[in-house]
């Protein structure tokens, strides 16, 4: 074989044919019905997620004009009610929330390096002044719920001498506060604008039931299964799950059973009844509710379930429900639809 | 419960090591090319989140399978020797080398300090040199890292991309010019899989000398965010490379292009078509014995083979999951799916199973 000539250094990209324009005129009549009613499902949880954003970086400036002991416990009921409900809608992980990686900047997570306690003891630490264009260059574990939840509830954080509300700490805290606000009424806004791509393109029909199989499986294995010890080395370790340094990381999976409830499930059980899938779709709807029935006694820490075998015996009740909620929508809904998350397809190269 | 017993039926089903099951022929066909051992090697996911390297022989005995500490991606088999090489996938801290025919590991190598792999690799014609893509993390460069096999494979050069993100590396037929796919995108350790620069990547297909490192060309897709992952070059010095578009998904660009007689040319397969492929292409093989091309798309289901001068699709298979090509003996390919499937597909025959494994194959086959 001769070597090959290379004459035209930098050719240009000649298309063959000229590139097809996406078309908005492909959409399946049935199928646009579910989308309707899915993107306004996911348009109210958006514009919760805004509206208690909003409320967080509120609250967050009058308790640093203001500090009080008082005002620091609104301050983290009020992260609370954002960081909730953010989970109501975190299933969905395509559309608008892909864009800059929103769904990263609004929590980073997992955190095995603890990435967020070391950029946070950089920037406090550092000289530069905290502002919300340094927020905005510091990346993703900077910008959301955990960060301000270290803020708010890391107990040596606490204990330090930049504890809340020290001048620099409630800076980082106003200006993460003020992204996760901006994020979140971007994003709304964005989700309007996606209405007429996401109901003119049929393929966002298997999307969106593959984001909520995904969201299922992230709690069931990741989210869950992982602290319990249930998975990797074996050893039940709270500091596997999200959101333990507010103690939140069950009602986070609370809240998120009840988004997939509210966004995903309606017009999921109209697309299987269509289907000729009556009773599965009263099946999943009965089994959301035996996992919600764990709620609100299993909004309280996890850390002291994981130590104690009573406790170990609640949330092992929990994973039997959420175990059997994922199988029949991953394993049996999925079958029957022919929509399928693989080894390849949901994390590739 | 029953569901939660149909579960587990399900998951070990999936995942477990009984023994392989062969439908249809119980003889897998030859590989295509001379110089290959007549076995397939991949890496595959088994229960438990544990991760080996799988070879099996043509006539679909498991041949070896060796653990390995973390999920590997792609590798590439050391010429005139019984080796083959593994990668982790992204981050990959370190590449195996095993004998072939016995799955004995003979090497692990980690990656330099500051580095990456990316899971794929390919030797120079005499299988002294392991040429490999890897990712500079801390300002973001990438390189080919180059190893030197008969001593030990000791690091013996590095080469500069001038880019982000490199991904597959072929050897063109010349034996002098390393085809590079660089994805063009940012990404970081400590951040996971996070893409980090969707908005500025540069991607581009890249043609260097081997022994000087220098880069000969550079072509550019016609979209900044259709990142060039995957490459081949036929027989005849043709060059293909596959894309994996970052935009949108109701936005359907081209997902192939291909370099041959100085053009750097896009090949539409049409809407309808770039659909069935979800934007995302995981393998691209050019048939050493004719003028085929198969593509996989693990994201859309769907393989398909194209003629590589009209560019036109000849036939088109729904298979869940599927990312591994090759090229068989006689025309045909055979393609791996992350549901332990492999088919076989070929010009004016419809596409058939040819076996069923209670593995999950990971993107490629060598």
Same mark, same amino acid.
């Given at each position: 074989?001769?070597?090959?000539?290379?004459?035209?250094?930098?050719?240009?990209?000649?298309?063959?044919?000229?590139?097809?324009?996406?078309?908005?005129?492909?959409?399946?009549?049935?199928?646009?019905?579910?989308?309707?009613?899915?993107?306004?499902?996911?348009?109210?949880?958006?514009?919760?997620?805004?509206?208690?954003?909003?409320?967080?970086?509120?609250?967050?400036?009058?308790?640093?004009?203001? &500090?009080?002991?008082?005002?620091?416990?609104?301050?983290?009921?009020?992260?609370?009610?954002?960081?909730?409900?953010?989970? /109501?809608?975190?299933?969905?992980?395509?559309?608008?929330?892909?864009?800059?990686?929103?769904?990263?900047?609004?929590?980073?997570?997992?955190?095995?390096?603890?990435?967020?306690?070391?950029?946070?003891?950089?920037?406090?630490?550092?000289?530069?002044?905290?502002?919300?264009?340094?927020?905005?260059?510091?990346?993703?574990?900077?910008?959301?719920?955990?960060?301000?939840?270290?803020?708010?509830?890391?107990?040596?954080?606490?204990?330090?001498?930049?504890?809340?509300?020290?001048?620099?700490?409630?800076?980082?805290?106003?200006?993460?506060?003020?992204?996760?606000?901006?994020?979140?009424? +971007?994003?709304?806004?964005?989700?309007?604008?996606?209405?007429?791509?996401?109901?003119?393109?049929?393929?966002?029909?298997?999307?969106?039931?593959?984001?909520?199989?995904?969201?299922?499986?992230?709690?069931?294995?990741?989210?869950?299964?992982?602290?319990?010890?249930?998975?990797?080395?074996?050893?039940?370790?709270?500091?596997?799950?999200?959101?333990?340094?507010?103690?939140?990381?069950?009602?986070?999976?609370?809240?998120?059973?009840?988004?997939?409830?509210?966004?995903?499930?309606?017009?999921?059980? /109209?697309?299987?009844?269509?289907?000729?899938?009556?009773?599965?779709?009263?099946?999943?709807?009965?089994?959301?509710?035996?996992?919600?029935?764990?709620?609100?006694?299993?909004?309280?820490?996890?850390? &002291?379930?994981?130590?104690?075998?009573?406790?170990?015996?609640?949330?092992? +009740?929990?994973?039997?429900?959420?175990?059997?909620?994922?199988?029949?929508?991953?394993?049996?809904?999925?079958?029957?639809?022919?929509?399928?998350?693989?080894?390849?397809?949901?994390?590739?190269? | 419960?029953?569901?939660?017993?149909?579960?587990?039926?399900?998951?070990?089903?999936?995942?477990?090591?009984?023994?392989?099951? =062969?439908?249809?022929?119980?003889? =897998?066909?030859?590989?295509?090319?001379?110089?290959?051992?007549?076995?397939?090697?991949?890496?595959?996911?088994?229960?438990?989140?544990?991760?080996?390297?799988?070879?099996?022989?043509?006539?679909?005995?498991? =041949?070896?399978?060796?653990?390995?500490?973390?999920?590997?991606?792609?590798?590439?088999?050391?010429?005139?020797?019984?080796?083959?090489?593994?990668?982790?996938?992204?981050?990959?801290?370190?590449?195996?080398?095993?004998?072939?025919?016995?799955?004995?590991?003979?090497?692990?190598?980690?990656?330099?300090?500051?580095?990456?792999?990316?899971?794929?690799?390919?030797?120079?014609?005499?299988?002294?040199? =392991?040429?490999?893509?890897?990712?500079?993390?801390?300002?973001?460069?990438?390189?080919?890292?180059?190893?030197?096999?008969?001593?030990?494979?000791?690091?013996?050069?590095?080469?500069?991309?001038?880019?982000?993100?490199? #991904?597959?590396?072929?050897?063109?037929?010349?034996?002098?010019?390393?085809?590079?796919?660089?994805?063009?995108?940012?990404? #970081?350790?400590?951040?996971?899989?996070?893409?980090?620069?969707?908005?500025?990547?540069?991607?581009?297909?890249?043609?260097?000398?081997?022994?000087?490192?220098?880069?000969?060309?550079?072509?550019?897709?016609?979209?900044?965010?259709?990142?060039?992952?995957?490459?081949?070059?036929?027989?005849?010095?043709?060059?293909?490379?596959?894309?994996?578009?970052?935009?949108?998904? #109701?936005?359907?660009?081209?997902?192939?292009?291909?370099?041959?007689?100085?053009?750097?040319?896009?090949?539409?397969?049409?809407?309808?078509?770039?659909?069935?492929?979800?934007?995302?292409?995981?393998?691209?093989?050019?048939?050493?014995?004719?003028?085929?091309?198969?593509?996989?798309?693990?994201?859309?289901?769907?393989?398909?083979?194209?003629?590589?001068?009209?560019?036109?699709?000849?036939?088109?298979?729904?298979?869940?999951?599927?990312?591994?090509?090759?090229?068989?003996?006689?025309?045909?390919?055979?393609?791996?799916?992350?549901?332990?499937?492999?088919?076989?597909?070929?010009?004016?025959?419809?596409?058939?199973?040819?076996?069923?494994?209670?593995?999950?194959?990971? #993107?490629?086959?060598?």
């Amino acid at each position: 074989m001769t070597r090959l000539a290379l004459t035209f250094l930098l050719a240009s990209s000649v298309a063959v044919s000229p590139l097809a324009a996406a078309t908005a005129n492909n959409a399946d009549s049935q199928t646009i019905e579910y989308r309707k009613q899915w993107h306004s499902d996911v348009l109210t949880g958006y514009q919760n997620l805004a509206t208690q954003g909003q409320a967080l970086s509120s609250q967050a400036a009058s308790y640093c004009q203001a &500090p009080s002991p008082e005002g620091l416990e609104q301050t983290k009921q009020a992260w609370l009610e954002a960081f909730l409900a953010w989970q /109501k809608v975190r299933f969905v992980d395509f559309g608008p929330v892909e864009q800059g990686n929103r769904a990263w900047q609004f929590q980073f997570w997992p955190d095995p390096k603890n990435l967020v306690a070391r950029k946070a003891s950089y920037l406090l630490k550092d000289e530069a002044p905290i502002t919300p264009e340094k927020v905005s260059e510091s990346g993703v574990a900077v910008q959301g719920f955990p960060m301000a939840e270290y803020l708010l509830y890391d107990l040596a954080f606490a204990n330090g001498e930049e504890a809340l509300p020290a001048g620099r700490s409630c800076k980082l805290l106003l200006a993460v506060t003020r992204h996760i606000a901006d994020n979140g009424q +971007s994003l709304a806004n964005d989700w309007q604008g996606f209405q007429s791509n996401y109901l003119g393109s049929d393929q966002y029909t298997d999307t969106t039931i593959r984001s909520a199989m995904a969201g299922l499986e992230i709690l069931e294995e990741r989210r869950l299964a992982t602290p319990m010890g249930l998975r990797g080395n074996g050893k039940r370790s709270v500091y596997s799950a999200d959101a333990w340094r507010s103690e939140a990381s069950l009602a986070a999976m609370g809240a998120s059973v009840q988004g997939l409830k509210q966004s995903f499930l309606p017009a999921f059980s /109209k697309l299987l009844t269509d289907r000729k899938q009556p009773d599965l779709a009263e099946q999943i709807a009965q089994q959301f509710d035996e996992v919600l029935a764990n709620f609100p006694e299993l909004d309280r820490p996890m850390a &002291p379930l994981l130590a104690d075998d009573n406790g170990y015996k609640l949330l092992q +009740s929990l994973y039997i429900d959420i175990t059997q909620l994922t199988s029949l929508v991953n394993d049996r809904a999925a079958v029957e639809l022919g929509v399928v998350r693989g080894f390849n397809s949901s994390d590739g190269d | 419960m029953p569901e939660l017993t149909r579960r587990s039926f399900i998951k070990s089903a999936l995942t477990g090591s009984a023994a392989i099951s =062969l439908s249809g022929c119980t003889l =897998l066909p030859r590989k295509a090319g001379n110089q290959s051992p007549q076995q397939y090697t991949g890496a595959i996911g088994l229960q438990d989140n544990r991760f080996a390297v799988s070879a099996i022989a043509p006539d679909g005995r498991m =041949l070896w399978q060796s653990p390995v500490g973390s999920r590997c991606h792609s590798g590439c088999i050391r010429p005139n020797t019984a080796q083959v090489v593994f990668f982790e996938r992204r981050p990959g801290w370190a590449f195996y080398v095993f004998n072939s025919e016995s799955g004995d590991r003979l090497h692990r190598i980690e990656a330099a300090e500051g580095e990456h792999f990316v899971g794929h690799g390919v030797f120079s014609p005499d299988g002294r040199f =392991l040429y490999a893509p890897a990712n500079r993390y801390e300002p973001g460069e990438g390189i080919i890292a180059v190893y030197d096999s008969q001593r030990g494979y000791q690091r013996a050069n590095t080469f500069e991309l001038n880019g982000i993100g490199p #991904h597959q590396v072929t050897m063109h037929p010349d034996g002098q010019t390393l085809v590079v796919g660089l994805g063009g995108i940012l990404t #970081h350790p400590d951040y996971d899989r996070i893409k980090l620069n969707l908005p500025t990547m540069k991607p581009a297909l890249l043609m260097m000398d081997r022994l000087s490192g220098d880069i000969l060309a550079r072509f550019q897709p016609s979209h900044h965010q259709l990142s060039t992952r995957h490459v081949d070059v036929a027989q005849d010095g043709t060059v293909y490379a596959a894309y994996q578009y970052q935009g949108p998904a #109701h936005e359907l660009p081209p997902l192939v292009a291909r370099y041959r007689n100085g053009r750097y040319e896009e090949i539409d397969f049409g809407a309808a078509t770039h659909r069935e492929l979800g934007n995302y292409i995981a393998s691209i093989v050019a048939h050493p014995e004719n003028d085929l091309v198969a593509i996989a798309s693990p994201i859309g289901g769907t393989a398909l083979i194209f003629n590589s001068r009209s560019g036109k699709v000849i036939e088109k298979a729904a298979i869940p999951d599927c990312a591994g090509v090759e090229a068989l003996a006689g025309g045909d390919f055979l393609v791996s799916s992350g549901r332990g499937k492999l088919v076989r597909m070929g010009k004016g025959k419809p596409a058939e199973e040819i076996a069923s494994m209670p593995v999950q194959w990971d #993107h490629h086959l060598v």
